[in-house]
């Protein structure tokens, strides 16, 4: 399985500085570029932030190539229904170049701010799988009704139908066991972040044993384990990937032999008055570390 390479923009800048971003890593040739997926930045509510899915119908039109997505969409935020009707917009518009990326939710006071319950562990793992199961239908442009707990749905027909066949790829992101045995039975994709704020030593093995787990539970449900792509979301770990290309190198190296067939990392933008921290210590990619990186690393890895 090629390994594949993204970039994560965070929209707390202008959309044109948003579009020039999408389209600096559409020219390097990285495989996808992704926003985030929050009502706020937590800790922070005053810094603005584009909301992630109109963002990406905007980034559609002005893009040709790359594949985009939210990593993740947080399936409390939205009603399910319209949720899909926005990405087969976005696939629409693209043709057929949109990712749907998934997750449980993450921060208490975002769901405070909107009114939205913050489920214990439990019932947040609940409303993702329900969404993750009407949304394989969904986008495949079929009439759908679904009873569940979190998710009611009656006779609702999705169109546009899709342009990727037989739908747009599903990613779910998984910490946890319950959640990755969602993501083997119903995803296409899995995505998980390293041990935050934690070193290699201890996100490593972590991040191992979940892909071991991961292909315990695929042969459980009689599903090859390489049918599933694994991304390792870069960033949250306290890794120094940027240091330089060898710190690169070695790092894609350990977590692609640990079962990582993707990576996606976080691009700084000048404007983003938040990024020096994270630069200096190598978390996050500068423009011409990422056109380093996707001239002297990348290419390595795809072969």
């Known amino acids: 399985m090629s390994i594949r390479f993204g970039a994560t923009i965070v929209q707390v800048i202008s959309f044109p500085d948003v579009r020039n971003d999408f389209q600096f890593a559409e020219s390097l040739g990285l495989d996808n570029g992704w926003v985030i997926d929050q009502f706020r930045i937590d800790g922070e509510p005053e810094i603005p932030l584009l ?28 009603n399910p229904g319209v949720l899909a009707k926005s990405i087969l917009t976005v696939d629409d518009v693209s043709n057929g170049r949109v990712e749907a990326a998934i997750g449980a939710g993450f921060y208490p006071s975002e769901h405070a701010a909107l009114g939205v319950d913050f489920l214990d562990p439990a019932g947040r793992i609940l409303r993702l799988r329900e969404v993750a199961e009407l949304l394989d239908r969904a986008l495949r442009g079929e009439t759908v009704s ?53 070193r290699i030593e201890r996100s490593l093995p972590a991040f191992r044993a979940r892909m071991e787990y991961l292909d315990q539970a695929c042969g459980e449900i009689g599903r090859d384990p390489k049918s599933l792509r694994r991304c390792y979301y870069a960033g949250w770990a306290d890794e120094p990937i940027f240091a330089s290309s060898d710190s690169a190198a070695e790092h894609i190296g350990r977590y692609a032999e640990a079962g990582a067939t993707d990576f996606t990392f976080f691009l700084a933008n000048d404007a983003d008055e938040s990024i020096h921290g994270p630069v200096t210590a190598g978390r996050m990619g500068t423009r011409r570390q990422f056109e380093l990186l996707a001239r002297e690393v990348f290419p390595v890895f795809r072969r």
Do not use: C, Y
């Not at 190539?65 to 939210?70: M, Q, V």
């Open 51 to 78: 909301e992630a899915w109109t963002t990406l119908a905007a980034v559609a039109a002005v893009t040709e190539r790359i594949r985009i997505g939210s990593l993740v969409t947080n399936v409390a935020m939205r």
């Open 146 to 198: 679904q009873s569940g707990e979190h998710v009611q749905i009656v006779d609702a027909m999705f169109r546009p139908r899709p342009v990727q066949q037989p739908r747009p790829p599903l990613w779910v992101a998984a910490q946890s066991r319950k959640t990755l045995r969602t993501a083997a039975s119903v995803a296409d994709a899995v995505v998980t972040l390293g041990e935050h704020n934690e």
